[in-house]
């Protein structure tokens, strides 16, 4: 057997062994001591932790002599998450360990001189550097982004919902694919998440391609040769923008209210009172028109640094070809610009779909739908949840649909972005 897969096997029993096998004593010192550690302090942490991500407890929690006993089930949950993130962490240590060994045996099998403790820790830095500098963010994006993302897929496999499945005082329970098949099976649920699906879609369509090309117009107006004092009209178009969206919003939606300023304003021309927010078709209406005047600023702005940057002497040529101003738009300035902003379109999208304050600030997902269940006419996905987990503690339908979300918008983002040609090429000049 040679010595280098010797040091592996020895280093896969238990950590360190390779490296004393290879007469590496401090560092045999550090990842045996390493492995004592977990084994004394946290063999019992991960073995409690691991039984309450199966089970989910045993006991609802209870009060005996003013002393709490019994098991939360969603606390367990988090636990057992944690502790499985800490075994793969612990598992890629492991890994590393064996490969030191290895490595060291080969290195000693062709007859080079093995590394002192302190040439090996020189080595690592020089070498390891730029990781250990990304390890802190690494650890952060973890147990801060990938924690929840794994709890939310976890609850989605759960009844843990209200009435009867609400921790402290009751249990959760594991149901498997029951969540998904009752979303798709179950009519009230099925035609309110069909319903409120379609009109996401149609949302975030719709207030995409309007803020896009009302950013369009306005930076073609604000950059037209005829235009003076541009810089006023910029910083008048910009204003929407600059205003927090949150304080807008809910001006917005005193204005448009039954006895807002501008029905005020219709009875005052003997013209009948309009429901802007209680009318389904006119709210949804105003919730595009609202999300075009705040977003469109943002689009001006980019594409007026776009257009001034597209050289002049392409404009040149197709004057000198008898091209007419339609021609020179379509052929020249949309394509440029499309092309420098298709990321962007993309990336509007996903926020579109998942626009939560535009809804929720401005019509609150109303006028109420009695045909769904928890959702209103205006509601979009993102919304609804809102709804199912603080008002209505429906967790466990909230995490499937949340999940649902995150494979729609994933896949046409990332399918969109990889078809752009700004993403298969550097430069279009």
């Known amino acids: 057997m040679k010595k280098s897969t010797k040091a592996a096997l020895l280093s896969t029993v238990f950590m360190g062994l390779g ?9 045999g ?3 045996s001591a390493f492995e004592l550690i977990i084994l004394i302090f946290t063999i019992p942490y991960f073995k409690h932790s691991i039984w309450g991500l199966i089970t989910l407890g045993e006991k609802p929690l209870h009060f005996v002599n003013g002393i709490a006993q019994g098991d939360h089930s969603i606390i367990l949950l988090i636990q057992g998450i944690i502790s499985l993130l800490l075994i793969g962490l612990l598992i890629v240590i492991y890994i590393i360990n064996i490969k030191d060994a290895k490595n060291t045996a080969e290195l000693i099998e062709r007859g080079e001189e093995r590394r002192t403790f302190k040439e090996f820790l020189k080595y690592v830095w020089d070498k390891y550097f730029p990781m250990f500098m990304l390890t802190p963010t690494i650890l952060a994006v973890t147990f801060v982004t990938l924690l929840p993302i794994i709890f939310t897929f976890c609850i989605a496999f759960t009844n ?12 959760v329970d594991w149901v498997g694919l029951k969540n998904f098949r009752n979303l798709v099976k179950l009519k009230i649920w099925s035609s309110t998440f ?38 006023v009209w910029r910083s008048i178009f910009i204003l929407p923008y600059a205003i927090p969206g949150f304080l807008s919003l809910l001006v917005m939606r005193l204005m448009f209210s039954g006895p807002g300023p501008i029905n005020n304003l219709l009875v005052k021309f003997d013209i009948a009172r309009i429901s802007w927010l209680t009318d389904p078709t006119l709210a949804k209406i105003v919730i595009l028109l609202v999300n075009m005047w705040l977003g469109s600023p943002y689009f001006m702005v980019l594409m007026s640094g776009i257009l001034t940057n597209i050289p002049k002497d392409l404009y040149e040529a197709a004057d000198i070809d008898g091209a007419t101003n339609r021609q ?25 779909f998942n626009n939560f304050n535009n809804i929720y600030l401005l019509t609150d997902g109303g006028p109420v739908n009695p045909a769904y269940k928890y959702a209103g006419h205006t509601d979009i996905l993102v919304s609804w949840i809102y709804k199912l987990t603080l008002n209505q503690n429906q967790f466990h339908m909230a995490a499937v649909i949340s999940i649902i979300i995150f494979f729609i918008v994933a896949s046409i983002s990332s399918y969109s972005f990889v078809k752009t040609k700004s993403f298969k090429e550097e430069d279009m000049i």
């Not at 490296?19 to 560092?27: A, C, G, L, T, V």
């Not at 843990?160 to 249990?171: D, I, K, M, T």
């Open 19 to 27: 490296q004393f096998y290879n007469r590496e004593i401090i560092k």
């Open 29 to 31: 010192i550090i990842f």
């Open 160 to 171: 843990y919902s209200s009435p009867y499945h609400l921790p402290p005082r009751s249990l």
């Open 194 to 231: 069909f319903g409120v699906a379609k009109w996401t879609v149609v949302w975030a369509v719709l207030a995409t391609i309007t803020t896009y090309f009302g950013g369009l117009f306005l930076a073609l107006l604000t950059n037209a040769k005829g235009i003076k004092f541009k810089r």
């Open 328 to 352: 020179k738009f379509y052929k020249i300035t949309l394509p440029m610009i499309f092309y420098q902003t298709a990321p962007y379109l993309i990336l509007s999208f996903a926020y579109n």
